[in-house]
């Protein structure tokens, strides 16, 4: 069932409580971190996990829709639920596991979530995961050293981001911890700060112009 609209007011349905749980990974793993508000999830979305899944050799990719972007605004922004089934319905590998848990979690940021994270696994190597269209704003994220310093991350080629890499605070900071992209898959044995940038098919799609086209 869809969520009620009434004018600006959305009775959302309540998610189910699999959805509000860490996911589970064994010691060991390889596990790529790829959070986002997905409002709505796209194909290329999908993408960026695909590419993620083959060139870091992930075992298991954790897709978390997050309850909101606090650098976006939320006037427009989709249930949890709906944008957690939206994300279900688009993910076909079983490594890819859909999650919201950060939902059940006190106000927290990216970097807290990382935190909570590897303090509940701590024998787990993550890898966060981003789209390149998110690095240019990169550095207004709460505490986003700590996050550089905390994992190694995999930027994603997106269009018209190819050459962020080279532009943001991020990449022009942390430039020294560069990997090159042909050694990708060593990613989640470094030790951060470590970070990759990884090109590869693009997909045009983008949240912003499909909520406009549905708005229109």
């Known amino acids: 069932m869809a969520p009620v609209r009434s004018g600006r007011r959305v009775e959302e349905e309540p998610v189910a409580r699999r959805y509000l749980v860490m996911p589970h990974a064994e010691q060991g ?33 954790w897709w978390m829709v997050t309850p909101g972007n606090p650098l976006k605004s939320r006037s427009n922004l989709a249930p949890l639920s709906e944008r957690i089934a939206a994300s279900e319905a688009m993910v076909h590998d079983p490594r890819i596991k859909v999650t ?3 939902a059940s979690l006190p106000a927290s940021f990216t970097a807290q979530t ?9 024998a787990v190597r993550f890898i966060w995961i981003m789209g390149a269209d998110n690095l240019m704003s990169f550095d207004r994220w709460q ?45 989640a044995f470094r030790r951060a700060p470590a970070w990759t940038f990884i090109h590869g098919p693009r997909s045009p799609l983008s949240s912003t112009a499909l909520r406009a086209a549905r708005a229109g």
């Open 100 to 102: 919201a848990f950060e």
């Open 114 to 122: 990382i935190e909570r994270i590897r303090a509940r696994n701590p």
């Open 29 to 61: 793993m390889i596990v790529g971190l790829f959070g986002g508000s997905f409002n709505p999830p796209h194909a290329g979305h999908q993408l960026v996990a695909d590419i993620a899944l083959r060139r870091l050799r992930l075992q298991q990719l």
């Open 143 to 187: 505490r986003w050293r700590e996050i550089v310093g905390k994992v190694p991350i995999a930027v994603i080629d997106r269009p018209g981001a190819t050459l962020s890499y080279l532009s943001s605070k991020m990449a022009r900071t942390f430039d020294y911890a560069r990997v090159d992209e042909e050694d990708a898959a060593t990613l």
